[in-house]
Every structure is written in C-alpha cells, then in structure tokens.
C-alpha cells in the first residue's frame, strides 16, 4: 500500500497537468478507490493509544483525483436518467448488505455486512460498520465513518469532507443512536453507545455542555455513552442578547448501557441471509 500512497501523493502534486480519461492515472486511483470499496482501507480512524482520529490524507486525494480524471456518463432506469461521474456500488446481497430501492451508495464508499439502506444515501469514501442501519433520508457525506449497530434516524445529516473540504471526516462511534433529522458535521465526533436526540446540530463549533454541572465538555464532540439534545444557551452581543445552539449532555449511560429508546429491532434488521 505504501506504494500506492507515493503514487498517488505524486499524482496530486501534478493534478494541474492531468486530465479526464488519462488512462495510467486512472488505473492507480482506481487501485485506492478499490482499498476503500472493499474496506480494506478507510480515510479515518481512532488511533487506539491517543484516541485521537487519524487521517489517511492520500485516500482522500485519491477520491479528489477520480473526480478530475473521470468522465461523464449517463445511465437510466425506467424513466430516470442520471448523468454522473462516478458509479454507484453494486453486488449487496453478496455482500450481506440490504438497500431498499431509493437507497443508494457510490463505489467507493464501503458498507460492512448487515447494513441496511433504507432509501438514502452515501457517498463515496464513506464507511458504514457491521448491522448499521441508514433510514429513510439520511445522508452519509463523503469519508464520514459509521461504526457498528449504529442508527442514523429518518432525515439525519452526516457531513462530508470534500465540499468544503474539511480535513477531518465526521465520525460516529458503534453503538449510537442519532435522532431524527440531526445535523452532524465537519469532523463532529460522537462517542460510542450516546444517543443523540432529534433536531440536533452538532459541528466543531457547537459547545458540548455537560447538563449536571454546566460545564463545557469540548466542542463538536460528545463523550461515550452520554444522552445529549440540542439545546440553546445565552450570549450576549452588542446587538443584544441571543439564544445560540449547544448540545446539552442530559445524563450518562453505564458502559455498555444501551438507552431504551434506542434498542434494535432484530425483526427490522433481519435480512434472511447469514452475516
Ligand atoms: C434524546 C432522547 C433519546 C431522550 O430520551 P429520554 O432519555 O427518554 O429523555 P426524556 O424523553 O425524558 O427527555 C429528557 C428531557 O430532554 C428533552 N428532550 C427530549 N428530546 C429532545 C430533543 N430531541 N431535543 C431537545 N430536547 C429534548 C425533554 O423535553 C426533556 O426535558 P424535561 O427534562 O424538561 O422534561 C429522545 O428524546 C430522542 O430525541 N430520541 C430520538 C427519537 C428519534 O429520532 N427516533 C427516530 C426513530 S427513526
């Protein structure tokens, strides 16, 4: 792979000079596209010894190159016509994965088995882990990293790095619930087991307050196993006082606590194949 990384960092320096449908160049992207297909390779991940989120810059380059190098092309269904440069993944039921129709990903983005798409989407660069599910108009933004038996609810946003680009992907720990219709993005971080209440916002602006002794916990970045809700909190400008959003950890779960209102339903994730 460290081959493959000099080849594509030394693409990027001279990505001024490449062109779509240069063939040589789009062979090695699409090597790196492939590693992140397959999900042997992932743009980001939590460094177990610091806890800090590692970011694998050229995989993110490489995403950034096949849309230089890629051409256009129009595919239709029925009466829909799409004209795109990248495909979209293929082969779900080899791989344990469900997608009602109306869900789709790109190749590119990698979905572990037991996924299920309800109709939605996820881009490319994405990772969603193990029996996640990804419900009715929730979108995964490219890179972003989902771990395992995580729920993102009806109309959740999960933001992408490419546009703007962000240096760091949004990452959702296992085991999270995130509410309805939630807003998490620009490297926002939620910690395994939480649950996020509906309407959320979270970003790396957002100020993560700790309900029981009204301190600041970090900001975009709530802790394992804590129940937050988007809440608001008192700021005084010189235009006056307003009400600006925070996120307000409301209680702490116990370690490997799964909150009532976010239990899986085995009935719904069933997919009639062995995973
Ligand atoms: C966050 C959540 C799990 C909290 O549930 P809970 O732990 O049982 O807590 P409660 O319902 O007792 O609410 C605690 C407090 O937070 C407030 N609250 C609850 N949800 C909230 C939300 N989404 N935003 C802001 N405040 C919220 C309640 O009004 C309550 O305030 P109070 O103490 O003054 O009465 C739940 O409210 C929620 O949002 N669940 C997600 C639902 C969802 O999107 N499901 C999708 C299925 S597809």
Known sequence: MASLEESIDELWEHRSDLAAGDGD?????????????SGEARVA?????????VVHEWLKRSILLLF??????????????????????KDFAAHGVRVVPGGSARRGAFLDRGVILMPSYVNIGARVGRDTMVDTWATVGSCAQIGERVHLS???????????????????EDDVLVGSRAMVTDGARIGE???IGAGTILNPSIPVIDGETGA???????????????????RELPGGEFFLPCVLVLRRLTEGERHDKAALNDVLRSHGVST
């Open 25 to 37: 160049a789009t062979a090695i992207v699409d090597e790196a596209i492939e590693l992140l297909d």
């Open 45 to 53: 991940e939590i460094d177990p010894a610091s806890d800090e989120i």
């Open 68 to 89: 230089r190098l890629a051409t256009m092309s129009t595919t239709q269904v029925g009466p829909f016509e799409f004209a795109d440069k990248l495909p979209l993944k």
């Open 154 to 172: 009806g109309g959740v946003g999960i933001g992408g790095v490419l546009e703007p680009p962000n240096a760091v992907p949004v990452v959702i």
């Open 193 to 195: 087991g939480s649950v």
């Open 216 to 234: 600041e916990i970090s900001r975009g970045h709530v802790p394992p196993w804590s129940v937050a809700v988007g809440a608001s909190r008192r």
